[in-house]
């Protein structure tokens, strides 16, 4: 194990990387394909991670957050269609879960009234707004949930499925 660098302003890869105790050699053998030369570029902000690396870097450091993270600070696409999501504890991620979709149960038919025709008209508009921000709240809880699952399969928490 290296030295723990004592830079203030560390981000998202470096941290992950210093919570599982690896220094960047340690951390280029695990990752394979991502040399210690090109983690420090990726930490030091002098190049962009590439989504592979990131990946890499996810499964080799323990941190299913890291590709959300990518997704919503550093990728265009992800920047304009995925939510940002965090690792909670289940019981607070199973009662968003059930909230969300205890909100869309009740928007179900409404939907329906709106998408009938293939259009949402002026009066729609709002109604549709609505149900849109309720989507929204389950997209988030559901990748809420895939992160804790995630996380759960690297700490033991959960079993690998047969």
């Known amino acids: ?11 998202v890869y470096q941290e992950s990387r210093e919570a599982r105790n690896l220094s960047r050699e340690a951390a280029g053998e695990l990752l394979t394909f991502v040399s ?3 983690i420090e570029k990726i930490e030091s ?4 991670p ?8 996810e499964k080799g450091y323990q941190n299913p957050e890291l590709s959300n993270y ?4 550093e990728c265009p696409i992800g920047m304009k269609y995925v939510q940002k999501a965090e690792l909670k504890e289940l019981p607070q991620l199973t009662v968003e879960l059930l909230s969300a979709l205890h909100a869309m149960d009740e928007e ?3 939907l329906i009234d709106i998408s009938v025709d293939g259009r949402v008209n002026s009066f729609e508009r709002k109604q549709f707004d609505v149900i849109l921000a309720k989507l929204s709240a389950l997209d988030r809880a559901i990748r809420g949930m895939r992160i804790w699952i995630e996380d759960a399969l690297f700490t033991g928490k959960m079993d690998e499925a047969n």
């Open 50 to 57: 590439h989504p592979d690396e990131v990946l890499a870097m």
């Open 70 to 73: 990518y997704c919503t600070h």
């Open 45 to 48: 902000g002098k190049s962009a």
């Open 108 to 110: 179900k038919d409404r």
């Open 1 to 11: 194990m290296g030295k723990r660098s004592v830079k203030e302003n560390k981000n």
């Open 36 to 38: 210690a030369d090109r």
